[in-house]
């Protein structure tokens, strides 16, 4: 039973393989894209975040074991081996994922990007300010280019957890802030019904 399981999950990670790298490599670069990259990065950036909050967050200094599992899961291992060349830590962990904007597995790496769709997406021209899904995005990617990871870890190692806790959970609580203004700017469909061809953009 148990293989039967493994070879359709086996089978699944294939299917939805292909179907990124078709979305990737095939699909035209229109707003459709855009809110499915949205999506994309935005789902991984709160994987990321509940895998961080659940693993490290402890009552306990997370072990090595627990550190190799975690870049494990976040398929970032054979980076911190190439990038540090030195036994785990907790503080280049975190930099890897959570503050690193040029690893694509990182919180950091899917906020740039989440920014960069925001920032494409159509808009009145007579709007000369930042729109709301625009001030959360760039707001919550200002919050992760401030953090000091290697004090965060010092004082994590030191017994006081509850900042990595409450910096992860207020991630937690604006991504979906994000992702609700946008629903509410595109896909609410209370109003009067506008294409998206009818608002000056790109």
Wanted: glycine content about 4%; hydrophobic content about 45%.
């Amino acid at each position: 039973y148990l293989a039967d399981v493994l070879a359709m999950i086996d089978s699944l990670i294939i299917d939805l393989a292909a179907f990124s790298g078709l979305a990737m490599e095939s699909m035209t670069r229109t707003y459709t894209w855009r809110f499915l990259d949205f999506g994309r990065r935005l789902e991984r950036a709160l994987q990321t975040i509940g895998l961080l909050k659940y693993a490290l967050v402890q009552p306990q200094p997370p072990s090595a074991p627990l550190l190799e599992a975690v870049l494990e899961i976040a398929d970032s291992l054979m980076t911190y081996r190439s990038r540090y060349l030195a036994n785990l830590q907790l503080g280049p962990v975190l930099d890897l994922l959570l503050t690193d904007e040029t690893n694509p597995r990182s919180v950091a790496f899917q906020l740039v990007n989440i920014v960069d769709q925001v920032n494409a997406l159509p808009r009145e021209r007579a709007q000369a300010t930042y729109s709301r899904e625009q001030r959360l995005a760039m707001s919550t990617l200002h919050s992760i280019r401030m953090l000091d990871v290697v004090a965060l870890a010092e004082i994590h190692e030191q017994g006081a957890r509850d900042k990595l806790r409450r910096i992860l959970e207020n991630l937690e609580h604006r991504l979906p802030e994000v992702s609700d203004a946008i629903s509410h700017q595109y896909l609410t469909h209370a109003g009067r019904t506008r294409r998206l061809s009818e608002i000056p953009g790109e």
